[in-house]
């Protein structure tokens, strides 16, 4: 794929090739044709306010078919977007326009009161009517004749924190050239997306449906089961926590229920005429079936691990679920497919990706062009510890291949927990937070097991004080308000230090986490005690 | 009365089936906290939401009705989106016909 030429190819395509929306309740479908004049008619108005290419257009928006469209503008007049995430929900216009050195920032109209800014003629509406707007002019430091950086945007990374990447144009094509060859797209195929697209490997995978000619459905999060069944789609992309609540649905059911179910769909897995045995789980796993629109061909998860049980359920109701492996600064490494998967594996590698293990395992990724070309606003030695070379990158996840070419991951190099959500959060933040409650010696935190939760092993100054308990529970409490990602469940009080002595900390007396989790959130710490909640 | 206790009832149901693992064996109270004590995450809480909209028939988006996820925290929460929305719905269905 040319990015730079995808808004003509969108135009090449076939008419019956759809985009479809939810707006203001109502489903709205458009050809390829329309979304062609519609990015064509963007191009002209950015023109108008004086956007110019190199410039840069931040945009902060929900999922809306006018981000989509602006955003193959941008591509088309080789502008740079900056596509911000909800965690910038709380800086003003002003701020994002001067720290970004943004030339224009475009928002809903639902959030008008952005225009209130010293800079609100660089302010635009995505989806409403616009006077008076002008691009602020600003140099660019280099001419980028080859639109080489196509943007910026932002990740939960290895810090924790967010930090910011700048997208490099041959990476994105290699990256979603590579992940459609293996995923093999038919003609009838219809791609939904979910998940915010402020989320990049969202955008990739629309940039994917539009180039090769896949209708789309792009909705918010609100209309996903009723866009799923109503909409019938084939391809999915979601987190692990979608498919398990699936999981939980058939747990959930009466044991005889379950078990006659497990028994009929095994029996079907080995039938050897294939028609019928799909014939049998459809009829045995119809709610599933049904939930999912019933055209489910390809259904892809990642972004976190996912359960055993998670898959080898979806393997005996014949739904096709696949899990896949890559990170934001790289693109898509691995992916299994049918007729080449591995339950436990994460695939086989992409093309034109190889991989290499450093000595503690760390997986070392290589392809000729990556996604992105470097961090900014991240920790220092960060862009050098992850960015090796060129062509090299420092994955931070520890995993071996096998015999036959399958990816393994076995753990993370940095002491990183990842949320049933995906999201990756480094442990250091919430202690730190919890550590600033001045009744709090020591705290270390873990995602609860098979929940979307985290929890804290708490060691108060004084272990003896019940009231203070009561007061760091309020405290932690008042963190998971305040921060959703980084909500409590459960915290467990320690009455005893970590130190070498007790095997909670390494000789090197760093913390030995897994013993710790090992220890009390098994439930059998001894001394320790655990608040289910406050109230 | 009847009809609310009715429509408690078949939300408490829609919450038992959604509640995962070891979260099972929790007794769902009016009280109880969805996230921490059953453990409903985003995705759980919109699947409840959909089968909430099926069970009863509505669509949500479509009767015009503001829903926040993130604000339900407790079954009592739920219940009380649940009937406000069956209420306003059954009340549209009403003046339509």
């Known amino acids: 794929m040319d990015l730079r030429k995808l808004t003509s190819r969108i135009g090449e395509q076939n008419r019956k090739k759809m985009v479809r929306t939810f707006e203001k309740g109502k489903l709205v479908t458009r050809g390829h044709d329309c979304v062609y004049n519609d990015v064509r008619a963007a191009c002209a108005r950015l023109e108008s306010w004086g956007l110019r290419p190199g410039m840069l257009v931040g945009i902060l928006a929900g999922n809306c078919y006018e981000w989509i469209v602006y955003d193959l503008a941008l591509l088309e007049m080789q502008a740079l977007s900056v596509a911000f995430t909800d965690d910038f929900a709380g800086m003003s216009s002003d701020q994002l326009i001067d720290r970004y050195s943004l030339s224009l920032l475009l928002v809903p109209v639902s959030e008008k009161e952005r225009k209130n800014a010293r800079q609100s003629e660089a302010v635009a509406f995505l989806d409403g009517e616009n006077s008076s707007i002008n691009a602020i002019p600003r140099e660019q430091p280099q001419k980028d004749w080859e639109f080489e950086t196509t943007g910026m945007v932002f990740s939960s990374g290895s810090s924790g924190r967010l930090k910011g990447l700048r997208l490099w144009r041959q990476g994105i094509e290699a990256s979603v050239d590579a992940f459609t060859k293996m995923a093999d797209p038919r003609p009838d195929d219809c791609l939904l997306l979910f998940l915010p697209i402020s989320n990049f490997q969202q955008r990739l995978m629309y940039y994917s449906a539009l180039w090769y000619g896949v209708d789309l459905i792009v909705t918010d999060p609100s209309r996903l089961f009723r866009a799923l069944k109503e909409l019938q789609p084939t391809v999915l992309i979601a987190p692990p926590m979608l498919y398990e609540a699936f999981e939980t649905r058939f747990y959930n059911l009466p044991a005889w229920k379950r078990w006659m179910a497990r028994v009929i769909g095994r029996s079907a897995l080995a039938l050897p005429q294939k028609s019928l045995s799909k014939k049998i789980a459809r009829s045995v796993f119809r709610d599933a079936h049904e939930a999912l629109g019933g055209r489910m061909r390809f259904m892809v998860t990642g972004m976190a691990p996912t359960k055993r049980a998670t898959l080898e359920l979806f393997r005996m109701m014949q739904l096709p679920l696949f899990e896949t492996y890559g990170i934001t600064e790289f693109g898509g490494i691995a992916l299994n497919v049918p007729g080449a998967s591995k339950i436990g594996s994460v695939g086989r590698l992409l093309p034109g990706v190889r991989v290499e293990f450093a000595e503690d395992g760390e997986i070392i990724a290589m392809r000729e062009h990556r996604i992105a070309s470097t961090y900014f606003e991240c920790a220092e030695g960060e862009v050098e510890q992850t960015f090796l070379s060129r062509d090299r990158l420092a994955t931070g996840d520890v995993g071996r291949l096998d015999d036959e070419g399958y990816l393994y991951l076995t753990g993370r190099k940095k002491e990183m927990i990842i949320t049933a959500g995906g999201a990756k959060i480094h442990p250091e933040i919430p202690e730190s937070a919890i550590d600033a409650c001045s009744d709090v010696a020591r705290s270390v935190v873990f995602a609860e097991p098979d929940a979307p939760l985290l929890a804290a092993v708490v060691l108060p100054r004084n272990p003896d004080d019940e009231s203070a308990r009561a007061r760091i529970r309020e405290f932690v409490d008042k963190l998971s308000e305040q921060k959703p990602a980084m909500a409590f469940g459960r915290v467990i009080f320690s009455d005893q230090a970590f130190s070498r002595e007790n095997g909670f900390l390494r000789p090197n007396l760093k913390l030995d986490r897994r013993r710790i989790a090992e220890h009390f959130l098994s439930g059998s710490g001894n001394g320790s005690k655990s608040l289910a909640r406050s109230s | ?97």
Do not use: C, W, Y
């Open chain 2, 1 to 97: 009365m009847e009809v609310e206790a009715r429509i408690d009832e078949q939300i408490i149901d829609l919450i038992a089936s959604g509640v995962s693992g070891k979260f099972r064996k929790v007794k769902i109270t009016r009280q109880t906290n969805l996230q921490k004590e059953l453990g409903l995450d985003s995705i759980g809480m919109l699947a409840l939401v959909f089968r909430f909209e099926e069970l009863f028939g509505i669509d949500i988006e479509k009767q015009g009705i503001d829903i926040n996820i993130a604000k339900l925290k407790t079954v009592e929460d739920l219940i009380h989106a649940g009937r406000d929305i069956v209420s306003r719905a059954t009340g549209a269905e009403s003046r339509d016909a």
